[in-house]
């Protein structure tokens, strides 16, 4: 998967409690996104980073956090996870030229809220 | 407001049928316009794209086709197979932007 890993694949954790979902390249792109797919919905942009402690909010932004403290690593943070998160969350990173363009994804993190 | 509007939801088809598969838009600004295809357990991946002064496109068995004053555009797989079996997303962004907008995606299944 275009040299993207996501951490962990799986994860099942009770509501109230913080989640922290990691994602690493090793591509050297600027930008990262993070994506949430549900039934539905396809796939909904959270946020994105277009560099080291560059970040801005997509149009589910609500209840998460992010961090870029190094090209390579994307965090994602839900501070208190709810049942509405429950969902699998994907890492995209796309190089700088056209970035909206060709993105490629990691391969997911499937995440339960209890 | 559904930026990429994309239908239909599922479909099933037979081995050696065409599957279409279509994505309408709102936002004239939009001027790339990707498919994506994902299998189970897997992220999505880049099919095949098309930009608007061209009215289609084809790569192997996979045609876009494109229509920009109806600001409509269409995946078509020929003699689809088994194989193919995936969910199929259309998305758009326009110039300059970092974001691309996704269809809420179609479920194709082909039977053999």
């Known amino acids: 998967d275009a040299g993207i890993t996501q951490s962990p694949r799986h994860k099942v954790t009770e509501t109230g409690t913080p989640v922290t979902l990691r994602c690493h390249q090793t591509?050297?792109?600027?930008?990262m996104y993070w994506y949430r797919q549900d039934p539905g919905h396809g796939l909904r942009l959270i946020h994105y980073s277009y560099g080291v402690k560059d970040t801005d909010k997509g149009e589910v932004s609500d209840g998460y956090s992010v961090s870029r403290s190094k090209t390579e690593d994307f965090l994602l943070t839900l501070e208190s996870a709810t049942s509405s998160q429950t969902s699998v969350y994907f890492c995209?990173?796309?190089?700088?030229?056209?970035?909206?363009?060709?993105?490629?994804f990691g391969s997911g993190t499937q995440l339960s809220v209890l | 407001q559904q930026q990429v509007k994309q239908s239909p939801q599922s479909l099933i088809v037979q081995k050696g049928g065409i599957p279409i598969i279509n994505c309408a838009y709102e936002n004239t600004a939009f001027d790339y316009f990707p498919w994506y295809q994902q299998f189970p357990g897997k992220g999505p991946a880049l099919l095949i794209a098309?930009?608007?002064?061209?009215s289609e496109k084809k790569e192997g068995r996979f045609t876009i086709s494109f229509n920009k004053s109806a600001k409509q555009f269409s995946l078509h797989i020929m003699d689809s197979q088994p194989g193919d079996s995936a969910t199929y997303f259309c998305a758009a962004s326009q110039g300059g932007s970092e974001k691309l907008v996704f269809g809420k995606g179609t479920k194709l299944t082909v039977n053999p």
């Open positions: 591509e050297n792109h600027r930008y």
């Open positions: 995209a990173i796309s190089e700088s030229m056209r970035p909206g363009e060709k993105l490629f």
């Open positions: 098309i930009r608007p002064d061209v």
